[in-house]
């Protein structure tokens, strides 16, 4: 360690640093007294040693498995935790020796090519390529990293979504064969087109029947987004005539508990009632083709199930063609006092003919 005092070619006076490490030189001003130079000469050089350890401070640039801790630790609260979890699992695991700053989008490329051989569906891929973006941008935002540049990340190509959902024929005998508690809750599923979550922890503070003109049900659901579910005659009617004892949930299971698990009750109700291929969240489904094919529009189904985008519920459009037809079948007259027939007045034909 060397620092010493000198006169400058203009006049000023001041103390230096100078040191080498691995023939490299470091000289610098480092202040007006011995002891400020001492002081600074033992920060350079902590960091010229720690650069080379890859040591540095990790704020400038920390690393991906270091910073994902981080990042779960402030999404426990969030709806999607689970999902971010099992995300920020295999990006550890594939990136577990780089800093946010050296990942490029070559590195993601491999990523992506070694979760599709490890036969990941294309929309798992992009779930945890959109944590992994979402990385970056919390990183920045709560200074943790600084002046880092986050790689180019292209999503997959998905398949249309899954429309899976239940005739009417099939929804009522599928309640048919559920128990009380459970008949309740898949009745709203198909009422409402409400997540399974959000129908367990629905409280009564938030179900609005005699407090406003149109009854509705006050909901919070993924990215804590508040929407506002109307409710139809049919679940007016169920709301009320349920008993509000206890604590404030709407649902229960045995015992006036709250509702957490049914697994094994459903499965065994979908196979009495001869349903294949059916999850609870094609509940949700069943809910937004039969809204649709009653009649219902894409904008109203998109605020209804607190989908971000349309593009979300256009994978239901299809469904809802009868209606269209009936539509456009309201124009039949409209234009016209008389209806033409072009098989009795071929005039207009006579006429192509003259004019060829």
């Known amino acids: 360690m060397s620092v010493y005092f000198e006169e400058r070619k203009d006049g000023s006076k001041a103390w230096f640093y100078d040191f080498s490490h691995n ?9 007006r007294t011995r002891t400020e130079a001492e002081r600074v000469q033992a920060k350079v050089r902590t960091q010229v040693f720690n650069e080379e350890y890859q040591l540095t401070n990790q704020k400038r640039d920390p690393y991906l498995a270091a910073f994902a801790d981080t990042y779960l630790l402030h999404r426990q609260h969030m709806s999607s935790v ?27 490329r491999l990523y992506i090519n070694q979760r599709l051989a490890e036969k990941s569906k294309p929309a798992t891929i992009n779930r945890e390529l959109a944590c992994l973006k979402h990385m970056y941008t919390c990183a920045l935002d709560w200074e943790e990293a600084k002046n880092i540049k986050r790689p180019t990340i292209k999503t997959l190509p998905e398949p249309p979504g899954r429309t899976r959902y239940l005739s009417e024929a099939e929804a009522a005998a599928l309640l048919e064969n559920l128990p009380l ?113 009653k009649g219902g529009d894409l904008l109203s189904l998109k605020e209804i199930l607190g989908h971000s985008s349309l593009k979300m519920v256009e994978r239901y459009a299809h469904l809802a063609s009868g209606y269209k037809l009936q539509q456009v079948n309201r124009l039949d007259g409209t234009f016209s006092i008389r209806q033409p027939n072009a098989s009795k007045e071929n005039g207009g034909a006579e006429v192509l003919k003259k004019a060829n």
């Open 23 to 31: 023939g490299v030189r470091y000289r610098k001003v480092a202040g």
């Open 82 to 108: 689970k999902r971010d979890k099992l995300s920020v699992k295999h990006l550890k695991s594939f990136f577990k020796k780089q800093t946010l700053g050296s990942i490029t989008g070559n590195d993601v």
């Open 181 to 293: 508690f459970l008949r309740l809750i898949v009745f709203t599923a198909l009422n409402t087109g409400l997540r399974r979550s959000e129908i367990l922890t629905l409280l009564w503070s938030k179900v609005h029947i005699d407090d406003a003109i149109n009854p509705f049900l006050d909901i919070v659901g993924k990215g804590r987004k508040q929407r506002f579910v109307p409710l139809n005659q049919d679940m007016v009617n169920l709301l009320t005539s349920m008993d509000r004892t206890g604590d404030d949930f709407v649902f229960h299971g045995l015992h006036n508990r709250p509702l957490k698990y049914f697994k094994e009750i459903w499965q065994r109700a979908l196979k009495k009632s001869e349903i294949t291929d059916f999850r609870f969240h094609d509940l949700r489904h069943t809910f937004a083709s039969h809204f649709l094919m």
